[in-house]
T-cell receptor, first 117, second 113 residues
Framework: GAVVSQHPSWVICKSGTSVKIECRSL??????MFWYRQFPKQSLMLMAT?????????EQGVEKDKFLINHASLTLSTLTVTSAHPEDSSFYIC?????????????FGPGTRLTVT | KQEVTQIPAALSVPEGENLVLNCSFT??????LQWFRQDPGKGLTSLLL?????REQTSGRLNASLDKSSGRSTLYIAASQPGDSATYLC????????????FGAGTRLAVHP
């Protein structure tokens, strides 16, 4: 099946620094990728939709200047958390979507755990 | 607003019981519905994907049904085992816009020996 990877799997950073998380579709091309955030014991909340070659679409309440998304190729999307603060500590999961015949299928990465100290 | 709700939020059962997890969604215009499993601190494992044209899908001890008109899906787990303990997430890909996959809050399942 289709595989989505994320790097790094976990990262610890100091408050005020920026962190970049990569999401790659390994064996397929994805024109659309999604970024989700999950706080402890909560569900996944969609942050933004990323389309290759265009600006990301952010969900209501998500600061686009803080969470920079770049989808420069059909296999890579990056999420940069700028000026990170402890409240940004969370589990970030990316997803890549493909059109299989007439149906959409969405594949998820293993997640990146961010801890801001 | 497109929302997904899961009931119950938590469930604790003895081994061997048959279980039903419920998922409801607010908009019947959907592409598909998917059930996932998530172990603590881990990513998602896809269990079953039901396209909007389908009524159910089965995999081993798992069976998921979809009733678009009523906005409901159920995940049936037969003969539960301790290894089934995890959080089960229902996610709906709604039509329109960017066809976003929206998640429910999940059902935390504990199966004890």
């Amino acid at each position: 099946g289709a595989v989505v990877s994320q790097h790094p799997s976990w990262v610890i950073c100091k408050s005020g620094t920026s962190v970049k998380i990569e999401c790659r579709s390994l064996d397929f091309q994805a024109t659309t990728m999604f970024w989700y955030r999950q706080f402890p014991k909560q569900s996944l909340m969609l942050m933004a939709t990323s389309n290759e070659g265009s600006k990301a679409t952010y969900e209501q309440g998500v600061e686009k200047d803080k969470f920079l998304i770049n989808h420069a190729s059909l296999t890579l999307s990056t999420l940069t958390v700028t000026s990170a603060h402890p409240e940004d500590s969370s589990f970030y999961i990316c997803s890549a979507r493909v059109l299989a015949g007439l149906a959409y299928e969405q594949y998820f990465g293993p997640g990146t755990r961010l801890t801001v100290t | 607003k497109q929302e997904v709700t899961q009931i119950p939020a938590a469930l604790s059962v003895p081994e061997g019981e048959n279980l039903v997890l419920n998922c409801s969604f607010t908009d019947s215009a959907i592409y598909n519905l998917q059930w996932f499993r998530q172990d603590p601190g881990k990513g998602l494992t896809s269990l079953l994907l039901i396209q909007s044209s389908q009524r159910e899908q089965t995999s081993g001890r798992l069976n998921a049904s979809l009733d678009k008109s009523s906005g409901r899906s159920t995940l049936y787990i037969a003969a539960s085992q301790p290894g089934d303990s995890a959080t089960y997430l229902c996610a709906v890909m709604f039509s329109g816009g960017y066809n976003k996959l929206i998640f429910g809050a999940g059902t935390r399942l504990a199966v004890h020996p």
